[in-house]
């Protein structure tokens, strides 16, 4: 998940460059730049689905994973070495496909190989990864910006090589899946797996729309228009190239502390609270990106204050999306589904996820030119709503309960349309 959060991270950095039209590659335009943008989650949309088909062939969590790496890999060199933007563009599809392989697959193998009383935290931590990830492209991209300014964001861009050719290097120390090798009767394989590890249809269509519906929620926010576009919005309010590279990655650093306070929340308190407590704050964060747009527009001190609202806003939004629609999604669609239709609910939902991030984030763009941007944040505060009305309705409380109970829950939910509520606090 490092290497995921590299992969979609970096092109931030790259982007504040490439506008500029000082590169080698020329001058980008808008309609590029959405291609650019957008074809990463197309790519991970087609991940996702490639690996339910990898599933259902025989190849395992662990394999997948390891194959994967070779795809980072592949893209990383692709845009690394890229002479033109459609070699650009055909790097970010591979590397999409790893990443949609990545978010589907990674949160599955934590969830069956960890045990009840920690699943959420472990489970919650993959996404944490990819936060890391996030991080360690935007201080790249500076780093980089500021030793080579023309073409640093070559070197930068290809940093999800670094976390898949580590693991390919550790790929002794992973174990496959003691729940996908018991769901094939290598019972043997299974329990020596579990010993390594320490530890011992339509009845899915409430699963199926839990899973879904939390992952279209988690991209209809906007979360990777701001993690794509931040430094060139901070940088259209005000702030130097460089700026708002180096604000993004503060930011990013504080995200990292929340998540990591997040990860032990989700099981401690449950994954309702958590859910709705970071929806919220997720509005309160898109509410401040308006406000300091609205601001800086104007004149005198309003107008100074305008970029750092955003700056506030952005931090908000950041903070609360890693608490609550970042890690969640993918926890909860590793949890709901029972053992023998996880793997294909896991994909459905994940495909789900990247074909609503490309085109939130490809239409962003032509949204802010018709719009404006502080209208783009307007819509996607929209959805904060219905996210905050659906998950206190319908997304099951599944901490400290084995896989294969949520799995029977599920089913219970399904035949009685009711389902317990451990909590209803805020």
Not at 273 to 301: D, K, T
Request: glycine share 12%; proline share 4%; charged share 15%.
């Amino acid at each position: 998940m490092v290497a995921f959060g590299a992969a979609t991270g970096s092109i931030a950095g790259a982007l504040v460059v490439l506008e500029r039209g000082t590169t080698s590659l020329g001058v980008m335009s808008t309609t590029c730049k959405s291609v650019v943008v957008a074809c990463t989650p197309l790519g991970a949309l087609v991940g996702a689905l490639l690996a339910s088909v990898a599933s259902r062939s025989g190849l395992g969590r662990r394999d997948s994973l390891l194959l994967n790496d070779l795809l980072y890999l592949l893209g990383a060199a692709a845009m690394a070495l890229s002479s033109s933007f459609a070699w650009l563009t055909a790097g970010r599809f591979v590397v999409g496909l790893a990443v949609g392989v990545s978010t589907s697959v990674c949160t599955m193998y934590v969830s069956e190989c960890a045990p009840a009383r920690t699943r959420g935290r472990l489970a919650a931590s993959a996404p944490l990864a990819g936060t890391v990830g996030i991080l360690a492209s935007y201080v790249l991209s500076l780093a980089c910006f500021l030793r080579w300014p023309r073409e640093g964001w070559r070197v930068a861009i290809a940093l999800c090589a670094v976390p898949a050719a580590a693991q390919l290097a550790l790929r002794r120390a992973m174990v496959e899946s003691p729940r996908w090798l018991a769901a094939r009767g290598r019972d043997e394989e299974s329990v020596a797996a579990l010993a390594t590890l320490g530890q011992p249809p339509l009845r899915y269509a409430r699963a199926t729309s839990v899973a879904v519906g939390m992952n279209l929620l988690q991209q209809l926010c906007g979360i990777n228009v701001v993690v794509y576009y931040a430094p060139s919005v901070l940088s259209s309010l005000g702030f130097t190239a460089a700026g708002s590279i180096a604000v993004t990655v503060a930011i990013g650093v504080l995200q990292i502390v929340a998540g990591f306070a997040t990860s032990r929340a989700v099981d401690a308190v449950g994954r309702r609270v958590v859910a709705r407590r970071g929806i919220l704050g997720v509005g309160a964060g898109l509410s401040l990106l308006a406000v300091g747009g609205h601001l800086s527009g104007g004149g005198g001190a309003a107008a100074a204050a305008g970029p750092w609202v955003a700056v506030l806003g952005v931090f908000v939004f950041r903070v609360a999306f890693s608490t609550s629609l970042g890690p969640l999604p993918y926890v909860i669609s590793s949890e709901v589904f029972p053992n023998d239709a996880r793997a294909a609910g896991v994909s459905f939902a994940t495909a789900a996820n990247w074909l609503a991030n490309a085109v939130v984030s490809g239409s962003f763009p032509a949204m802010v030119s018709s719009l404006g941007v502080n209208g783009v944040w307007g819509a996607y505060l929209l959805a904060v709503v219905p996210a905050y009305v659906a998950t206190r309705a319908a997304l099951p409380e599944t901490r400290g309960t084995e896989l294969e109970d949520v799995g029977e829950e599920e089913k219970r939910a399904t035949a009685t349309g009711r389902r317990s509520r451990d909590d209803e606090r805020v």
